[in-house]
C-alpha cells in the first residue's frame, strides 16, 4: 500500500501537465523553459493509433484511382489537382464530428527531433463514449506504459506501484484532479479549414476501404492543437495530409510540425529543505527567472540566486514534431468501465 504522500506524488506526476516537464535533480539541471518535446513520454498526455507500420503504410500507398469523396461539379483543378471547394471542405469537418458524435477511438503516434536529433517518440490510444474516456499511453515501442481512466466522473490511474509492479488507482477525492484532461480527438477536425485550400493527391486502399488522399496546399497558414504530443503555440504547420472516406468522414491525419525556440540560461535547483532554487548567470536574466519563480510558486517555494558561474550561452534549438493519427469506431458502441480491482487513495492533486 502505498502510503499518502508516496500516492499524492504520483498523482502529481501524471495530473500537473505545467509541471511534468520538471524533473529536479540535486545538481544545476538544464532550464525548465523547453517546450512540451521535452516532457516525458509517461506523463505526456497525447494520442495515437495505428500500429507504426500500419501509420507508415498510410503515408506511402498512394495509388491511382476514382476519388472516394463525392466532390462537387465546381471543384477547379490546380496543377493537375482538384481543390476541394469551402462548402466539400466544411462538409467533411461536419462529417467527421458526426461520425464520432457519441463514441469512438483515436490512435496517435508521435516522434519528435530537436536540430535533426530524436527527442522522443511515443503514443496514446484513446477510447471515449459519452462521457467516459480511456488513454493508454505508449512508449516508443507502442506497449503501454500508463492509463488514464474517467468512468462516471470517477478517475482511475494505472500506474507502477512502489514494488515496480503495475496497478490500477482511484483516486477518492472529488476536486483533487482538476488538470486531468483526455484530449478529444474530435477537436483534431478543426483542422479541416478552408483557407487550407485542400486538393485530391490520390487515392489508396486501406482494410478493403478506398480513401482519398488530401493534401493542404496553405498547411503552414494552420494553427495547430496545442494538446498534441510537442507542438504547442508557436509551432507552425509544415504539412498536413488527411485520408477521407467515401462518406466524407476523415479516417486517417498525418501532420508535420516546426518550431525554433530560444532557451534562456535559466537553472533549477532542488534544495534540501524541498524548495526550489533558480540560477542564472546575471542580471540580464532575471525577468525571465522571476517569471518561472511565479508560475513554479504555485506548488513551491522558489527563490532566486545569481551565480556568474553558471553558462551564459542562450541555446537556439529547430524541434520537429511528426504525429499520425487514425480515427475508428465509428458508429460502434465502446464499453469503459471501472476497474474491477483498484486501491482507493485520496489524493492532494
Request: net charge positive; glycine share 8%; aromatic share 6%.
Amino acid at each position: 500500500m502505498l502510503t499518502e504522500d508516496q500516492l499524492a506524488e504520483r498523482l502529481r506526476t501524471q495530473l500537473r501537465r505545467e509541471l511534468a516537464a520538471i524533473e529536479p535533480r540535486t545538481d544545476l539541471v538544464e532550464a525548465m523553459r523547453r517546450r512540451q518535446a521535452r516532457r516525458t513520454v509517461a506523463t505526456r498526455i497525447s494520442l495515437v493509433a495505428v500500429p507504426a507500420a500500419a501509420a507508415a503504410a498510410a503515408v506511402t500507398m498512394v495509388v491511382s484511382g476514382g476519388s472516394g469523396v463525392v466532390l462537387p461539379n465546381n471543384s477547379k483543378p490546380s496543377n493537375g489537382h482538384v481543390v476541394l471547394t469551402a462548402a466539400m471542405v466544411k462538409r467533411v469537418a461536419s462529417e467527421s464530428r458526426s461520425a464520432m458524435a457519441h463514441s469512438g477511438q483515436a490512435t496517435i503516434s508521435y516522434r519528435m527531433t530537436d536540430n535533426g536529433k530524436p527527442n522522443g517518440a511515443g503514443g496514446d490510444r484513446i477510447t471515449f463514449a459519452g462521457k467516459n474516456w480511456n488513454d493508454v499511453i505508449l512508449n516508443p515501442a507502442h506497449k503501454p506504459i500508463a492509463i488514464n481512466r474517467i468512468v462516471n466522473g470517477q478517475f482511475y490511474l494505472w500506474i507502477e506501484g512502489p514494488d515496480n509492479k503495475m496497478r490500477w488507482y482511484h483516486d477518492t477525492n472529488p476536486s483533487g484532479h482538476p488538470d486531468v484532461r483526455i484530449p478529444d480527438p474530435r477537436t483534431l477536425f478543426a483542422l479541416m479549414n478552408p483557407s487550407a485550400r485542400f486538393e485530391v493527391v490520390g487515392h489508396q486502399v486501406v482494410g478493403g476501404l478506398k480513401l482519398t488522399k488530401l493534401r493542404a496546399r496553405m498547411a503552414p497558414g494552420i494553427k495547430p492543437l496545442s494538446w498534441l504530443p510537442g507542438i504547442d503555440s508557436g509551432s507552425k504547420v509544415d504539412s498536413l495530409v488527411v485520408w477521407v472516406d467515401g462518406h466524407q468522414v476523415v479516417r486517417q491525419m498525418s501532420l508535420h510540425v516546426r518550431e525554433t525556440t530560444s532557451t534562456m540560461p535559466l537553472y533549477l535547483k532542488k534544495l534540501k529543505d524541498g524548495g526550489l532554487q533558480i540560477v542564472v548567470p546575471s542580471k540580464k536574466f532575471l525577468a525571465e527567472a522571476h517569471a518561472m519563480a511565479r508560475k513554479l510558486g504555485k506548488h513551491y517555494h522558489v527563490t532566486v540566486r545569481i551565480d556568474p558561474k553558471v553558462a551564459s550561452k542562450i541555446r537556439h534549438d529547430k524541434l520537429s514534431t511528426t504525429v499520425s493519427v487514425q480515427f475508428g469506431g465509428f458508429g460502434q458502441r465502446q464499453v469503459i468501465t471501472a476497474p474491477k480491482h483498484s486501491t482507493p487513495q485520496f489524493s492532494r492533486g
